[in-house]
């Protein structure tokens, strides 16, 4: 079976337009998305409807839940405040809602999936390095658990040894997109980042998200070009702060 997950589409949707092409190109079977699909970007409501479309399931994500109760802003930078604020007059009632339902992680296919972190979900810490993923792997019982929020993809390993130590990357050119694939070992354990389909912050503008082959136990990181200029001058046009905007040209 073939998992594709998504992370991180902040309101891009001409971001999620290519990567549901891409993931409809390659004939996946299911569909999971780790959360924090508005926020930043111009496109909230039809990113929201597009998600609900291709996704078998959906995280809570903290610009999700900001979005949805304004309440939760309190922590956010003011650029994130400005544009959850936005976010939350262009929702409808029942989109926000909706929101505010969503789990905030699951375990399906003998797998985890949460938006941040496995230990105190709800805190929304980061793990972008293996000291932070060394805490976190006591806090899941399966072989995998998949996280965005930092928006890097990246994966780390129980042992916390370097990925080449580890797993050997293919790298795949295809019509469309950039991918590595990295063989899994069963007798390890692994905390993956997916990246972030809307907003990469890994000075690589691209979209990022994830491809699961439960058969093969491989791991495939897709990275694919979009219309980042159309989706930077709608925040423009929205009146958001140009750093949303150009930031997506820079993808950091």
């Known amino acids: 079976m073939l998992i594709a997950i998504i992370s991180d ?3 891009n949707l001409e971001a999620l337009q290519k990567a549901v092409e891409i993931i409809e190109q390659k004939a996946v079977d299911r569909v999971i998305c780790l959360g ?3 926020g930043y970007g111009a496109n909230p409501k039809q990113c929201l409807e597009l998600t609900r ?3 078998h399931h959906i995280i809570m994500g903290n610009h999700d839940q900001a979005a949805a109760d304004v309440r939760y802003t309190d922590i956010f930078t003011p650029n994130a405040r400005t544009a959850a604020i936005w976010t939350n007059k262009i929702l409808s009632d029942d989109e926000r809602v909706k929101l505010l ?6 375990k399906i296919e003998g797998m985890t999936f949460v938006h941040a972190s496995p230990h105190n979900p709800y805190e929304w810490n980061y793990i972008t390095k293996h000291s ?3 805490l976190n792997f006591r806090y899941f019982d399966t072989p995998l658990c998949f996280i965005g929020h930092s928006h890097v993809s990246k994966i780390f390993c129980e042992e916390g040894a370097n990925e080449d130590e580890l797993i050997r990357p293919l790298s795949t050119v295809g019509i469309n997109y950039f991918s590595n694939k990295y063989q899994l070992l ?15 912050r890994d000075k690589d503008w691209r979209l990022s998200f994830g491809i699961l082959d439960t058969d093969n136990w491989t791991y495939e990181n897709i990275r694919a070009e979009y219309d980042v200029k159309a989706a930077a001058k709608k925040i423009r046009d929205a009146g958001l702060p140009e750093i949303l905007a150009t930031r997506l040209l820079l993808g950091k």
């Open 53 to 55: 479309k291709i996704s």
């Open 186 to 200: 069963k007798s390890k354990k692994y905390i993956i980042n997916v990246g972030s389909v809307g907003q990469p």
């Open 9 to 11: 589409i902040h309101s």
């Open 36 to 38: 924090d699909i508005v």
């Open 132 to 134: 932070e993923a060394n």
């Open 101 to 106: 339902l969503l789990p905030m992680g699951l």
